[in-house]
């Protein structure tokens, strides 16, 4: 884990690219073996829309992790499997190791937003998580 808030890397008033890029190279310097970051969602346009996402750069190795977790996750939690897609997101991209991003649940829908409030809740999607990754590495 490399923060608990949006700016601990680098300063506050650093640019996005240069906080990104610090997740990324704690991860590269360090030797790890995946590279997962872990999110809420939002979706203005539409605030009933629920559930867990996964993204992956591409690769064969991102696209099963980022399965895994989607699958993990919603197992877990009950939460709706909203998607499996590919982007280009900048710590996706720069990561020398497998890499997921991982979307839990919609902080715009209210039913959501609650479920993420909970300790419990937040237990399950960890949990769920580490069955991704557990099922990852013993598929490898």
Known sequence: MTRR???????????????L????????RAG???FISIHS?????????SGVMSFHNGGADDAR???????GVGTA???ERVGLERASFFVLRNSDMPSALVEIGFMT????EAKLASPEFRMEAAR???????EYLGAR
């Open 32 to 34: 790890a073996i995946l």
């Open 128 to 134: 769920g998580l580490l069955v991704g990754i557990v």
């Open 109 to 112: 829908n209210a039913r959501d």
């Open 65 to 71: 992790l980022a399965r895994s977790l989607l699958d």
């Open 21 to 28: 890029g610090a997740r990324v190279n704690v991860a590269n």
């Open 5 to 19: 808030s949006d700016r601990e890397l680098t300063d506050s008033r650093s640019p996005d690219a240069e906080e």
């Open 77 to 79: 939690t009950g939460l």
């Open 41 to 49: 969602n939002a979706y203005e346009k539409d605030p009933g829309v």
